[in-house]
């Protein structure tokens, strides 16, 4: 059996990262429960440690980007042969991870991204800006890379640690720290004839008072858009 490890990048997820950690050690079956927290100010450290997650923290903040990095080198480095990417923030449901592991443990898929449009919407409170501007970016995805993406930009998904043996993936660029990262290594694995599919996931969202995205408006859409351009250009590589 392959050795899987679950990754949750969190920044300031105190009363959310806990309750992911503890579902997933009660619905899901992974070897091991990593958050990486981003330099949080609150108690987003303790909550996950206590809650039985091996914590790596960073003394400031990063980006969702290097956090993710941060959790890669830790998979890479500790001989896991799956990786699985979930939110911190409490929005996917981690009854779930089977269907996002499925296509890579009976059909050999190497990079599996989650969809929540996948066979029909499947979200939960979602914010009509989210939902028009997450279906703009699948069609670019699908415009540039030909994949038929129908949710290129959800935070939920898993991947073969194998991948990273093709060199041509690089993770250590400085531009990747922030939302740029998680786009790269989905257009690049396509790009580069890895085996990819979708597997229909469920989001849900909080509402206003507690938060549902640490996103700047214009400033980290374009964060995320400019990896699929630049990659679509031969800017970066």
């Not at 450290?45 to 956090?67: F, M, P, T």
């Not at 066979?119 to 970016?137: A, H, Q």
């Not at 909080?206 to 549902?212: L, Q, T, V």
Request: a positive charge.
């Amino acid at each position: 059996m392959p050795k899987i490890i679950l990754i949750a990048p969190a920044f300031n997820e105190e009363g959310k990262v806990g309750k992911v950690v503890s579902k997933v050690r009660s619905q899901a079956t992974v070897d091991e429960i990593l958050v990486v927290d981003d330099g949080s100010s609150d108690n987003t450290y303790w909550e996950a440690k206590e809650a039985g997650a091996k914590v790596i923290k960073h003394l400031e903040r990063k980006g969702v980007g290097a956090a993710i990095r941060s959790g890669i080198d830790y998979a890479l480095s500790n001989n896991f042969n799956l990786v699985i990417v979930m939110g911190g923030d409490d929005q996917d449901d981690p009854r779930e991870i089977p269907i996002v592991l499925k296509p890579i443990l009976e059909k050999d898929f190497d990079f599996v991204q989650g969809s929540r449009y996948l066979g029909g919407e499947r979200t939960l409170n979602i914010p009509l800006f989210r939902r028009v501007t997450t279906k703009v970016y699948a069609i670019l995805f699908k415009l540039f890379t030909g994949f038929p993406s129908t949710d290129s930009t959800n935070g939920f998904r898993a991947f073969k640690t194998s991948i990273f043996q093709n060199k041509k993936i690089n993770l250590r660029q400085d531009w990747l720290n922030t939302y740029e990262l998680e786009p790269y290594l989905f257009y690049q694995a396509v790009r580069l004839g890895f085996k990819v599919c979708e597997a229909p996931v469920t989001k849900a969202y909080h509402h206003k008072k507690i938060g549902y995205t640490k996103m700047t408006p214009l400033i980290d859409w374009w964060r995320i858009l400019r990896p699929i351009i630049f990659l679509k250009l031969g800017i970066k590589k």
